[in-house]
Every structure is written in structure tokens, then in C-alpha cells.
């Protein structure tokens, strides 16, 4: 298996960059919404970020990556504490998956070789700590996004089914990408993201040319362009570590509160869910920027890509929610 | 390049690199050119059709030979069989589900080419854009003949691919080429530069130079094309630009490569082009038509499994079904073949079959009066209510067309979409003024809610008008044969099973409608004072009965 697309090789889209590395620094911000045209990199993104974090150390065996025996499920039977370290899972979730696939099922093989009754993981089990990829999110089918929904919310996988009783851990960060041309994503599905954002492929000659020979230098000269960005990876990968630590003692005051909450309203938002999710976007950008106190400066930032899904939507109306948010942002925060 | 010429180059290309160049779309009906490319694909081809279930291009449990060993069987799935080349006949019938696990096997690197053979007739019959983004060449072979084949050339050995050296001005060239194409995607720049770096290796050259670059473009970029390489505002003035007319200006941040690579481009161009381009729906069309291929039906929540394997494509066995069917049985079975163990007996006769229910997206047709008389009645307020039940249409995720009917035809002013934006941009420029070609007005709504109906969709068609028929399908104005006309199309909408709504929208209730509703057997209301809101109260409730 090659090596991913290096994270920091990525040529523009810096929304989207700083997005994903904010729920790296802060999975419980929640999903990333990446909506746009095809062909600009979003999946790629999606690995190299995978790859740039760095390993977590998991019980050997364990299908559902667990750090320590009391995390890990009692039908697993893992019973040895020795741990390894595997790279940040990222799963990715084909459109045409079964249910069965998703949640896990009896296993098949033992149910008819030995009549016995045994749980096989799914694909949730594999995402557990780590990253759910859907490519064409919107064209998902609606039973299996309502089965997501649940687990992403309460990040445990309960299995009632085929005469199995099964509950293990499910905590991962959902990405979502899709033309929205194709169809749209309902609202339900579109508030369960943390964060949205919309790409574009890049209209300067120069970028394009640097994004062709950055690929074609990926593909043809493997060894030495892994090397080449070796180093910014490492410094991005440091930078995470470092945001994680600083998260932790990060001040949020009063005043940034209050500007939250007035964002929200002023944009008419449904449920807190903004404000939750806007203000821990703000502090993993400030514990990113390596700032002491959370300030307006940070949540101005990150206040399109927390907020733009969040609108209520009239179906008619032209303009992108993006710039609305935007405008709001100037009026409240001046 | 001839036309068949490019289809062979492109083969020889793909051959040498199959994993980064993807593979070919290559639109042909069946036909000695199109045999006669075929006959030029490696011995160990194999061949897809959109039908073919999941499990068999990505492999599965062989259920049968399972059962029989007693222990768990897997087949392997076309993917991963190693071949050279797949061969995906009646690609533009591909369903989105086997889309994805194309476009993913592609994504990851497949060793086997794939060649979509795009057999469309109608305009709107195209590979899904996910699948031919990914795929390199996109070539024609139509209006070839037998007098058209030609032998391939056959050369030696060709040069190692890896040791192709790329200038930096190669990826300059092809990226603004590109774009002065009109090409947004970013795949395309970087299949045509591969392409050029395999045709270098083909020509046995170190290094890439103009003549791969022309090559590249001639196979890859140039189908693609979604405008002239000039700027837009003159290929609108003029009038009907001859398709070799050269450019006599370039946009000034745009630096156009070399002219012979201009030359070669345009002889590839897709012949449509301009007509894709006179029209200001170039753009739009590449959004619509994006969503047009992929709709379809869900796949659908699952119901109980019943016995006997049904007649849809993919049957799927429900173990545990299965498994509660055959438990009553195992004693008598175990004596009748002292079958001792842990191990339950199935027969086949147990075998239970996963179904799943389906539901398919409806399509609202709407045709809309926008004759004289209507007009003066309340074109305004049917517009008004059309837009509410866009609104509706919103919340229950229905597709949306649009006719309008006036003078002496009918215009299909939005083809099926979920954008409603574009819905009401259209419907807010609709102008009125003109005759009443009524029938017009009706066989067109036939012939989209027909192809909507192929495509998997529920079409209902609502007819908004005020009744008074007065041009006839010749386009004459002839009140009583425009009746006949009207009531004859009707009597086919009938036939084919559409379900109709008619609105009256006239000044007051008019008895032809209302007998025009009965030939439609479809709801017909009569709004003679009714606002926007009522009209669409109307509809909904039209719709849920």
C-alpha cells in the first residue's frame, strides 16, 4: 500500500484543511461536511490527514481498537493487556453498504460451520477512535444515515439484532463530501455535522499547475516527494499534539460566550447545538493559533464553516448560506 | 488522428499504463467500428453490464458451495480477478451503487482498464460524470464504417515509462489549455499529462515533447471541451461560428499554448459543442445533467424474507431466516443421514431471500399556459402557485420539470431537477402572450413523463391552462382540429398510465377542461377565483388521494 498524499502537499483549500484539523485537535466538535465540485482533492484530504496524526495505541486484537481492557467489549474476549500502536483508523463507507456490514452481524461462518452465535464487527467497530469516510454522503441510503446519526451521537453501537444483544464503543469523527448538485442533504443529517465547508476547484492557472505537478511528482517520484514533505508533516503533526495540550487550559471568557450566543441568535440557528459546536471550534482554533485566551478574532474565523449548515434554509433562495453568515458575523462582531 | 485512429492510440496508451490513465469512454452503437475496436482488446478481457450485483464485482459468499462444504466459501469479485481490461457495456445505464464501486476500484488503483462503451441514443443518456471524470479517454465512434478500420500500428517495444522526463512547461500547457476549454475538473489536466508521458514511452522518447502534448490533448482534453478555447462573449455574437474558425482573441490572462496544439484540439471537438454553448444552459447543463443520471430508485428499506429466490437482480440470502427455517427439521434429518456433529443440516428448500421494499422518487411535471388569454387571466397567480408547490416539492424531495406552452409550440423550459433555484429562476422569466397549443403542451409532458418513467422515476404531470385550445399540433390555427388534437394526446396520456392533474385556471370553470380531465383520466379543479394558495392546497390534496 502506497503512502498517502502528504497533508501539508495539499495546494489550497484552506477551509477545508483547517476544519479537518480542528476536529483532529477536538474530535467531539464533531463531522466535517465537505460539499463542492469533484476533483478538488476531498477524499485525499481525508488520508493524508489520517496519516499526519500521530498513532494511537490500542490492545492487540481488539476489533474495536479499544486503549484499555475496560474499553474493550466482554464478546471481543480479548483478555491479554499488551497494546501496539496502529495508525488512525480511517474507514471509508461504501454508498452501497449493507446494514449488516455497518453495524456488524452474526458471524455467517461460525453460524453455519459450528452452529455457534458470534458477533463479526462491522465497519463501526473498525472507525472506533478514528475517521468514517462517505463519499456521496447526500446519495446515502436514508435508513443507513438515521442508523449513523444514533451511533455518531451517542458514540456506543448497540446491536439488537438476529438473537444478538452486542454494545461496544463507536466514537469517530463522520466526513462527509458530495456534490450538492446531486441532491441535498437533509436537515436532520446536516446539523449532526460540527463544521461545513464548501470547495471549489482553483480558478488561478498557477495553482492548478502546482496541484498537476505536486500529483504528478507524488506518483512518479514516490520516495523523494514523501521526503520533501516529510518535515512539514512533522511540524503540522507537532502542532496538533501541541493544540491537544494547550486545549486543556485554554480560557474561554464571559464576553466570548456572550458573542457566541449572540452570533447564533442574530442568525436565527435551531437548537444550541451552534453555539456548542461553534464555541469548541473557536478554542481548538485559539489552542491551534497557540493563543492563551479564547478572543473574537477566533470565533470570526471559524464562524462560517460551525455555523453556514445551520441556517434555516428557504429552498428558493439563491444565495449560499456562507455569505449570509459572513455578513451577520460583521454586524455582531463588528 | 482519425477518429479510429485515436481509438487505437488510446488502447496502446492504456496498455502501458492502466492504473494512473483509468481507462476510455468510448461512445459507439454496435457496428463494424465498434467491433472492430473491441477485436483489438487483450484475450483476458472481461466483460461488466450495469445489471451485475455488487457481490460480483467486489466478490462475496458463495452461498451454495457454502452450504454444500460446510464451511465458508468466497468467490472472488471481477475486480480483483487481475485482468487487463473490463469491458462495461451500456455504461450510461450504470446504476449509482455501481458507480461508486467503479469510481472507489479506480481510486485505488486498479491494475485492469476500464472501457465504458456508452451505447446512448437519447441526448440525455451519459455515462454518470463520476465514472467518465475518471476515466481518461473519451472518444466517438460514430458514423464510422467497415472503410474506416484500420489496421493498428504495431510498434516495438516501447520506452520504459518511468524514465519519461516531463518539462515544466508540458504541465503549464495542458493545465491552461484546460481551462481555456472550459474544463473545471482537475482530474482532466492530470489524465492528459499522464497520457502524454505514456505517449512519449509509446514513441520510444525520453522526454515528453509537443507532439505527446498535442496527442494528450487531442485524446483527453479535448472531448471534455464545454466551450471554444476563445472568450464566451464572441461565440454568442456571432452568429453560427464555422467549428474551425481559429480563435482571433484570447482572454488576456490566459496564455493560449502553441497553435498547432489549438488546431489539433479543435478537430477532436465534440460536434454538439456549440450547440451546448449558444444556448446559455452550458453551464447549467453540466450541474443538471450531473443530478439527471443519477436519480433513481432508492434502494430501499428492508421487509420480511420470504422463500424462493425473487425476481429481482440481486438475491441475498437472510442467514438467520434461513437458519429458524431449517431448525424444526434437523432431527429427522440427522436420522435420516447419521449425520453427527454440531453442524446444522440446510437444504436449499431453507434458503430464505432478503427483499427490500422500493420507493421511487416522484417526478412533478409541470405545463404551464403561458398562451394570451391565459396571461390576461392570472398567468401571475398560477406562477405564484407553482412556486408554492416547488416549495412542497422541496419538503418531499420530489424532481421538478418545467413546460411552458404558448404561440404555436411547446418548450421544456427545465429538464427533471431538484434545483429548485433554477426552477424558479426559469419560471420567473416565463413569458406569456400567444396561442393556446394546448396539445402541444400535452405531448411534450408525455414525452418527459415517458423518459422519466425509463429512468425510474414516478412522473405526475400537472396541466395548467385556461382551457381555450387554439393552435393544433401542425402549429395551425385551427380551433376544432386543436380539440381533436388535444383529446387524442390526452386519450395517450391515458394509455400510458400518467397521472394528471388539470388546473383550470380561465376566468371561469371551462366544461372542455373538465372533459379534457376525464379523457386524461386524471383530478381536474376549477379555480375560477382562486389565489396561489388555494391552487396549491388544491394539488397536494389531488396528490395524496
Known sequence: MKQPFPFSAIVGQTEMKRAMLLTAIDPSIGGVLVFGDRGTGKSTAVRALAALLPPIKALKDCPVNAATLAESPDWAGVTRKTTHKIATPVVDLPLGASEDRVTGALDIEKALTRGEKAFQPGLLAQANR????????????????????????????????????IRHPARFVLVGSGNPEEGELRPQLLDRFGLSVDVTSPTEIAERVEVIKRRDAYETDHTAFMLRWQAEDAALRDQVLHARKALKKLKAPDSALHDVAELCIALGSDGLRGELTLLKAARAYAAW????????????????????HRLRRDPLDEAGSGARVCRVVEDVLG | MTPFARATTALQLLAIDPVRLGGMVLRARSGPARDGVIALLPDDTLRLHPALPTEALEGGVDVATSLAQGQLVRHRGMLSHGCSTLLLAMAERTPPLMVTTLAQALDSGSKSALIALDEGVEEDEKIPFA???????????????????????QSARSAELGSVQTPDHAIDDLVTLAVSLGID?????????????AHAALSRRSSV??????AAAELVLAPRATRLPAPPEEVDDAPEPERSETPSETPENIA?????????????????????????????????GAGRKRVGNRRGRPLPARDGAPRGDQPRVDLMATLRAAIPWQGLRRRETGHIGARPLIRPSDLRYKRYQELSDRLLVFAVDASGSAAMARLAEAKGAVELL????YARRDHVALISFRGAEAELLLPPTRSLVQTKRRLAALPGGGGTPLAAGLKLGLETAEQADRRGLSPVLIVLTDGRSNVALDGSGHRGRAAEDSTAVARQIAQAGVETIVIDCGKRPDRSLSQLAVSLRGHYASLPRADARSLSDAVTTALDS
Open chain 2, 185 to 197: 475538473s482537475l482530474r482532466a489536466p492530470y489524465l492528459a499529462l499522464c497520457a502524454a508521458q
Open chain 1, 130 to 165: 478514528g475517521y468514517l469516510y462517505i463519499d456521496e454522503v447526500n446519495l446515502l441510503e436514508d435508513h443507513i444515515v438515521d442508523l449513523l446519526l444514533d451511533v455518531a451521537q451517542s458514540g456506543e453501537n448497540v446491536v439488537e439484532r438476529e438473537g444478538l444483544s
Open chain 1, 289 to 308: 493559533r497557540d493563543d492563551t485566551a479564547l478572543t473574537r478574532a477566533h470565533i470570526r474565523d471559524v464562524a462560517p464553516m460551525a455555523l453556514r
Open chain 2, 209 to 214: 515533447t509537443t507532439e505527446d502534448i498535442t
Open chain 2, 390 to 393: 416547488l416549495a412542497e416539492a
Open chain 2, 131 to 153: 465514472l467518465s471524470d475518471r476515466l481518461a479517454f473519451h472518444l466517438t465512434l460514430d458514423g464510422l464504417g467497415q472503410a474506416d478500420i484500420e489496421p493498428m500500428l
Open chain 2, 256 to 288: 493560449l499554448p502553441d497553435e498547432i496544439l489549438l488546431q489539433a484540439i479543435q478537430t477532436a471537438l465534440p460536434p454538439d459543442l456549440l450547440a451546448k454553448t449558444g444556448s446559455n444552459t452550458a453551464r447549467n447543463a453540466k450541474g443538471s
